[in-house]
């Protein structure tokens, strides 16, 4: 049967391999050396033993005889990426791997192990399936003494590594997997092939420690590295990790650990080079309260000063465990009260990792630091990020113990913030209450900073963060009307025996009304005239809300007996669209309406005794309109649609 030589391209198999010349005309960029090609259109080796991957594209192939037992040192340079250059024992499919260099980039360098005299060796260059081609090449190649395996390359023979007292890797070690072979040890704990693995040993000097390959370079960029504790045949495994950074936890000080770095790959004649740092996450200056960072008292709520700390490497203080949670990594802090209340606040917290868990809850602790650091009183903690004090003595100092509060270990980064709430409104409490006419006059109001003092009132439910009003009995049907800006407020009205606060018992309300969730709320009690009645008002205790609010009066009695008539006074629609009209039997001076928040959005001085209120321009909503006639008022409410 004829042979058809054609149907084989000249060097892109072993039997037609091209003898590679040593030495000889240097490279000039991808030609010009003695041993140039170009072998695209010639795909016909694929799977070097060396690696699938590389050897898929269109093939060159060169082979040499060893007639010394140095080493050979390749220089490849290449027109196309993914570029690889597979140097084998034997044919490139079926022989043994001897050395390879395979990157994305054009231009690859290797030098191979000792070579063996007379021994043929196969040297393939080839890509990807994509792009294919090497394109246009030069190889240059030189003889050259063996470079002997890392010093390194077994267990017992483990590098020292210097331990950085921060994570600036201000020292670190070059390494290399350069020539290293397998050292044997546990094979199958970790990832990655350790055919060709690297060893060094550090002691710790922290429970935690940062280990970072870096500038890693000339091979495969892909490494894997594992910790281990022992000794050398008897191991035991702290860590793997194939990310070339990575953070060892729960070490014990004082003690030997080893570091083992190799390629991930199962491809033989790797030559990457790296550098290796051992890194120290610093223990906060602040771990203990002898050396509390001051805070800033910001004058509101608002936190335009805060500070930033970490529990990161934090230890366990010789404080007693006498808060919520475990304060094993706390951290203190100290401020001055500048009043009775103070707002402690947890902002921004994130889990930086290197612990034992990725929690971030977080706890605090206050303590009265009258007795110093030595005498510390516990005052207040929580588990929440936010921790409201009340009962502080102004110009004393408090520390404040910040810690992540699981029993595993938490690095957490935070912001801690020092606020101080505005003064209690002046009717917080009842010998403080705001007089309301009964005339339907809308006053604006608030809870927020209210202390709740004199207890909770308990009517429908109890009444947190309470304020007080007060009004005069006038015969009539007095409604108390309150519009919240965002809870529904609880309303208790009581009447007084003597005009004063001690004129009443708390929780006996002669009315009450309690509208959680419904912002516009009002309760209507019969009055007698000239007993004096007290407002209590706020949300439900429970649900911790402050809010701003409008509350009026209106009695059904008249206020001027020049009034005249009332039954004779109508007005109507209501609910109104756009036209409320008003109907009197003596003129109406004027008419003046409010809306909810007690501001005026409508005046008219009509002078007659039937009179149409223009409303059209107004927003849909409750509104009050007062009317005039004669010096009398009346005050009505209107829904406007």
């Not at 040297?123 to 394109?135: E, L, M």
């Not at 504790?229 to 008897?234: L, N, S, V």
Request: with cysteine.
């Amino acid at each position: 049967m004829a042979f058809n030589i054609s149907a084989i391209a000249q060097n892109s198999t072993c039997a037609t391999a091209a003898p590679l010349t040593i030495g000889g005309t240097m490279c000039s960029g991808t030609s010009g050396g003695a041993n140039s090609g170009d072998p695209t259109g010639n795909d016909d080796t694929d799977g070097n033993v060396c690696s699938g991957s590389y050897s898929g594209g269109d093939d060159f192939i060169f082979e040499y005889t060893a007639t010394t037992s140095d080493a050979l040192k390749l220089d490849l340079f290449a027109s196309n990426t993914w570029t690889g250059v597979l140097v084998t024992e034997g044919c490139p499919t079926t022989g043994t791997c001897f050395a390879s260099s395979t990157s994305s980039s054009r231009d690859e360098s290797l030098t191979t192990p000792a070579m063996t005299i007379g021994l043929t060796y196969y040297i393939h260059i080839s890509t990807y399936p994509s792009p294919q081609s090497a394109g246009q090449f030069c190889l240059y190649a030189t003889l050259e003494a063996p470079p002997s395996p890392p010093s390194n390359d077994d267990c017992a023979n483990a590098q020292v590594l210097t331990v950085n007292a921060d994570l600036a890797c201000g020292v670190t070690t070059s390494g290399t997997i350069n020539l290293a072979s397998a050292s044997g040890e546990d094979e199958s704990t970790c990832g990655g092939t350790e055919d060709d693995d690297v060893w060094y040993s550090f002691v710790a000097t922290a429970t935690s420690h940062t280990i970072n390959l870096n500038n890693v370079a000339n091979g495969t960029t892909d490494l894997y590295h594992s910790l281990w504790e022992g000794t050398c045949g008897a191991l035991t495994n702290i860590l793997c990790s194939d990310p070339n950074n990575s953070t060892a936890t729960g070490l014990t000080i004082g003690n030997n650990y080893l570091l083992r770095v190799y390629s991930w790959t199962s491809t033989a004649g790797q030559t990457t080079t790296f550098d290796v740092c051992i890194g120290t996450q610093p223990i906060p200056d602040n771990d203990e309260c002898a050396n509390a960072e001051v805070l800033t008292v910001n004058a509101d709520l608002s936190c335009g000063v805060v500070t930033a700390g970490t529990t990161a490497s934090a230890t366990a203080s010789a404080q007693a465990n006498d808060v919520t949670g475990t304060p094993n990594t706390d951290v203190w802090y100290s401020f001055v009260a500048t009043g009775t209340q103070h707002r402690i606040l947890l902002t921004d917290v994130v889990n930086q990792g290197g612990g034992t868990s990725t929690s971030t809850d977080m706890g605090m602790g206050v303590y009265d630091g009258t007795g110093g650091c030595a005498g510390l009183v516990f005052f207040d903690d929580s588990d929440p990020n936010t921790l409201d004090l009340t009962g502080l003595t102004a110009s004393t100092t408090y520390y404040v113990r910040v810690y992540g509060w699981s029993s595993t270990i938490q690095y957490n980064n935070f912001n801690i913030c020092v606020g101080t709430p505005p003064p209690p409104p002046s009717n917080d409490e009842c010998s403080g209450a705001i007089a309301l006419s009964n005339d339907g006059t809308v006053v604006n109001g608030t809870t927020v900073a209210a202390t709740g003092a004199g207890g909770a009132m308990t009517c429908d439910g109890s009444i947190g963060n309470n304020v007080w009003y007060t009004l005069t009995g006038d015969g009539g049907d007095i409604t108390v009307n309150v519009v919240a800006a965002n809870e529904g407020a609880q309303v208790g009205i009581y009447e007084s025996s003597d005009g004063s606060c001690s004129g009443f018992t708390e929780g006996t309300c002669i009315a009450s009304v309690d509208d959680f969730g419904v912002l516009d709320t009002e309760v209507t009690f019969t009055s007698t005239i000239g007993t004096v009645y007290y407002v209590n008002l706020g949300a439900w205790i429970s649900s911790g809300n402050d809010f701003p609010f409008t509350v009026s009066a209106t009695s059904t009695a008249l206020s001027n007996d020049d009034f005249g008539n009332l039954a004779a006074f109508t007005y109507y629609p209501n609910p109104v669209n756009n036209i409320l009209t008003l109907d009197a039997q003596k003129n109406i001076e004027s008419v003046v309406a409010y809306n909810m928040l007690g501001q005026e959005v409508l005046r008219l001085s009509p002078n007659v005794a039937n009179t149409e209120v223009d409303m059209s321009s107004l927003l849909s909503g409750a509104y009050f309109v007062k009317v005039s006639i004669q010096g009398a008022t009346k005050t009505v409410r209107i829904i406007k649609q």
